[in-house]
């Protein structure tokens, strides 16, 4: 079978950057720390006055685009993911097409078009839909352009303030991919669950503690469905597990449970035992107030073992590096996380082509994925061509009363105008409204 997959990746920030322990925290009257090391963020990327959802998408894929020596003939899907969308009709596909068509020879008629809603795991599912459509032969040798772009902007004053963050991912899903090959292996975990959502209204409405729990049992459910179609995962299988990173605390808080979960009835779970005992069995136990005490044990003293210590620094530390500095990116966020382990990997010379990673998406409302993927020979390459610790060196540093005009700039109930903070150069802007309400695009040199 003829290998599908990412054959490349390339990705756009907000120009803007909120940082949580020099200019949120204070404002707060916040121990810096509880973002630096309890949430795990360093900062957050913002959307500068002439950003939004369309520039940052088509900024992303015209890199991918420009790099690959791509043409629009090229191109028979373009699907955007995004829980960000300003229109409840007119996909942003449609307007990304424009955006590049305006730089490009020749157009995308020809191309399918679309956008995917399901909160943050949407990009998964638009990189399936792609893998599928060339799976089932109709792509007619050409590639699929998947998008995932969002400002995940939270009202001030909202718990999830300290989470934002606005970039996009565009991937390129192609047949015998130079990035990564897609297992067809997948499990899910879906319910219909009240945790996170915007019913028509543009900043979330969210119940944060439950959101945290509901990805957990979520995510549990998409492993055991996984495991039940590709055989039981072993804790050392995988050489990163990309996670979907609301923020880096969250994923500490899944890996630390997966790892329990995966390697009960092995021979880690005994080598284990020896220092921190075997894990709970609920049959051990008189009720369930007593078991999950004693799983709250195991778990506290699980990571405080080298063992685990040892496999977190490995497989996931590496996956976060970007999130750390960017924040949530949403639908983007856990293919960003695949860029950061494998910019981990190239940055420490280690070649890991051929290696398996272990993806993990989530959405809110709410479901899990989880899928096999093998790190193909021209990974090296085409993680080198990145510019994003430029793009994230180079984003201008909000003041807090900077930081509040711009999020009500973007506010759609509000009609404020603002000076951009950045020179846009070699970029799609915003650049104001059609007589339809439509959105309007630029490309500046
Ligand atoms: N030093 C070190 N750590 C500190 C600290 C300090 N001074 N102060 C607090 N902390 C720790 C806390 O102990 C906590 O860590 P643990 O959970 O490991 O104990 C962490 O910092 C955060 O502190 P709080 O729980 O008190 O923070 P909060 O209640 O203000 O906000 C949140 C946390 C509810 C998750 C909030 O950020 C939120 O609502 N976020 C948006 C929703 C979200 O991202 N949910 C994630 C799952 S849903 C999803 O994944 C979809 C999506 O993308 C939105």
Known sequence: MTAVGIDAVEVWTGNLKLDLAETFAPEKGDDPEKYTKGLGLRASSFPDSYEDIVTMGANAAKRLMDRKGLTPDDIGRIDVATESSFDNSKPISTYIAGCLEQVYDGDFHHANKGERKFACIAGTQSVDDAYNWIRAGRNRGRSAIVVATDTALYARGDAGEATQGAGAVALLISEDPDLVEISTHQGYGSADETDFLKPNQQFPSVDGKRSVQVYLARMREALEDYESVAGDVHIDDFVYAPFHTPFPGMVRKAAALAYRHVTRDTGVEEELAEGIGRQPRRESFDDDAQYEEAVRE??????????????????????????????????????????????????????????????????????????????????????????????????????????????????HDMDSELEEFTAPEAEFVFDGWGRMGERKYTYVE
């Not at 966020?333 to 290696?355: F, I, N, Q």
């Open 298 to 411: 195991y778990m506290d003293a699980l990571k405080e073992t080298g063992r685990y210590q040892d496999w977190y620094a490995a497989a996931v530390d590496p996956t976060l590096s970007i999130a750390r500095d960017v924040g949530n990116w949403y639908t983007a966020s856990v293919h960003l996380a695949r860029v950061s382990a494998l910019k981990t990997a190239l940055e420490a010379d280690r070649d890991v082509t051929g290696e398996s990673m272990l993806v993990a998406s989530y959405g809110s409302g709410a479901q899990a994925e989880i899928h096999g993927e093998t790190v193909q020979d021209g990974w090296a390459e085409e993680i080198a061509a990145l510019n994003i610790d430029e793009q994230v060196a180079d984003r201008y540093d909000l003041s807090w009363a900077e930081y509040e005009e711009v999020h009500d700039r973007h506010n």
